[in-house]
């Protein structure tokens, strides 16, 4: 019997021998390798795995620090498992649900039966770092999926036991912190040391768990104000409320009760009612000329657009839409990144002083040429369009860069109306286990690449995380100048977007980078019981992304 196990680290491009069964966590000792924020995960064979992962077989491995996203997503599930069982020990009648990712940490509501006092947040930190002192180890439990089920519900974790009732694996894999049990869907740390820095603090009615930084792990990430972001996830929970339907667990309950109708029908009126109320505020406002639509990719900032210009016509306004794509610079002029390629999406690959010299001869009553852009030539080319507005005219311009103040710098204030649209998600896997929002926008960006760009979901997986850094420099900073913001996802729409996206993500080959994220999707997505597309209407936002929409694009 072999008695040794080679390993290939990609870090450093070595092979490495150590004894069978050992564990990732004890193999880096043997890499030579010093990660100044890590390691805090592992890729095995092109799949994230644990820190407590044994070696039986040769394997492909790279260690992972907290610069990369599945670093990240191991050492927060980690403080959320802390922050769970400082409650337990603290609180042990009440309980805590990880709820809204805001302000660069994550809201929690701690349900206590009275207010929580800063004495609380006080405590409850206190209480984390003596875990985290401790360097307890987190231990790896698989048991079966029906005696997890029973654990759980003699815990009173029920959102935890639905979510398993409704998943139907045979077997479930749970985490253990000196006798406090959780589930959670993706790898933690093997032990709470490894956690080096972290904050609770009062936010709002609840706490806000702060954590490092991507940029610079040594800080904690800014805590910026983001109260018109937080309202919108508050006003979905509500929407939720009324639905019922909080966990996926109780959604998939739901679907298999036969309520699948009744809730796309309710998520898509109570967005309809919403996208009726921005319009009535800009009709509100007789100043207005111009309605400025903002969001990062993916959120369904053009059939927003759309449906919201029809609302505007029941208001006696008639729409006037205007592309922002069509006012780029010359190719020769644009703005190039950092690695020297054309940047297309900074605001300057825009041309802006004729944006605001046409949009100010617009809004005096003048006729302009609207200019459009070829993008074979990467030329700015006469249109022979001519525009004027008539007295009850709106301009409706889309675009990722609307918000950006430089952008309508030279346009008085009160002539505009701000709208930011953006996909987030709201359901929860369950009260410890929420779905970050730019997984949702992902799969939707998946979907409409491989459907309609000709992009396989490898692709446009590889282009992500260069499109997410756009998002941040470019978008993101200027969402809370909205003077309305709008929420394009719905309750039901990852039950749906799972019969779409699933099979590109089965594209994806094992032996690329980019399957550890498809891997990663394909699993997550396999806690939502599956909904077929055509139970949508037309008008759907959704069908943006996977067709049979009743809007032209």
């Known amino acids: 019997m072999e008695t040794q196990v080679t390993f290939d680290c990609l870090n450093n491009g070595k092979s490495i021998e150590v004894p069978v069964g050992t564990s990732l966590e004890e193999a880096y000792a043997k890499t030579g390798l010093q990660m100044k924020y890590g390691p805090v995960g592992v890729k095995v ?19 992972l620090d ?24 603290l609180f042990p009648k009440g309980s805590v649900v990880i709820d809204i990712p805001v302000s660069n940490g994550y809201y929690c509501n701690l349900k206590m039966g009275r207010k929580v006092t800063p004495e609380d947040a006080a405590a409850l930190r206190a209480r984390m770092q003596q875990i985290i002192d401790d360097d307890i180890p987190i231990v790896h439990h698989e048991e079966l999926t029906e005696k997890a089920i029973s654990l759980f519900k003699k815990l009173g974790a029920n959102s935890k036991a639905k979510l398993l009732e409704t998943l139907g694996t045979l077997y479930t894999t749970y985490y253990d912190l000196d006798g406090y049990m959780d589930y959670f869907y993706g790898a933690l740390l093997p032990h709470t040391g490894m956690v080096t820095l972290f904050d609770l603090v009062p936010y709002y009615d609840g706490l806000l768990l702060r954590i490092p930084s991507t940029k610079d792990p040594s800080q904690l990430g800014e805590l910026t104000r983001q109260d018109k972001m937080f309202e919108i996830f508050k006003e979905h929970h509500r929407w939720q409320n009324i639905l019922g339907i909080g966990t996926v667990g109780a959604f998939n309950s739901a679907i298999q009760q036969g309520m699948a109708s009744n809730i796309v029908h309710v998520s898509e009126a109570l967005q309809e009612k919403k996208i009726a109320r921005i319009a009535d505020m800009i009709a509100e406002r007789p100043g207005v000329r111009m309605v ?20 505007l016509l029941t208001n006696g306004i008639r729409p006037v839409q205007i592309s922002l794509d069509d006012y780029f610079v010359d190719r020769e002029r644009t703005p190039r990144d950092e690695k020297g390629d054309y940047d297309y999406e900074c605001l300057h690959a825009l041309d802006l002083e004729l944006i605001n010299k046409q949009f100010k001869a617009l809004f005096r009553g003048e006729e302009v040429e609207l200019p459009r852009y070829n993008f074979q030539t990467g030329h700015s080319e006469k249109s022979g369009n001519k525009l004027r507005l008539r007295p009850r005219d709106i301009l409706v311009v889309e675009g990722i860069h609307a918000l950006n103040p430089e952008l309508t710098a030279q346009i008085p204030e009160e002539q505009k109306f701000r709208v930011y649209a953006s996909a987030l998600t709201t359901i929860l896997l369950d009260t ?13 960006r998946i979907i409409r690449d491989v459907k309609y760009r000709g992009c396989s979901a490898r692709d446009t997986i590889h282009r992500w995380p260069s499109v997410r850094a756009g998002e941040n420099k470019w978008i ?3 969402q809370e100048n909205a003077d309305a913001m709008f929420n394009t996802a719905m309750i039901y729409e990852l039950a749906v977007i799972r019969t779409q996206a699933e099979p590109a993500l089965e594209q ?28 949508l209407p037309p008008t759907s936002l959704l ?9 032209s694009y």
């Open 45 to 63: 064979n092109n799949k994230v795995e644990p820190m407590h992962y044994c070696l039986y077989r040769p394997k492909q491995v790279e260690y």
């Open 66 to 89: 907290m610069t990369s996203p599945a670093g990240v997503r191991a050492y927060t599930r980690t403080l959320f498992f802390i922050l769970c069982k400082a409650v337990s020990d």
């Open 292 to 311: 400025l639509i903002a969001g990062p990719s993916s959120s369904g900032k053009t059939t927003t657009c759309k449906r919201l210009s029809i609302q």
């Open 432 to 444: 410890h286990n929420y779905i970050p929002t730019t997984d949702n926008r992902l799969l939707r």
């Open 476 to 478: 993101f900073p200027y």
């Open 508 to 535: 994806v080959p094992e032996n690329c980078e980019e399957y550890a994220e498809a891997y990663r999707l394909r699993k997550f997505l396999r806690y939502i019981t599956p909904l077929p597309f055509d139970a």
């Open 543 to 551: 069908r943006e992304f996977l067709g049979g929409s009743s809007f």
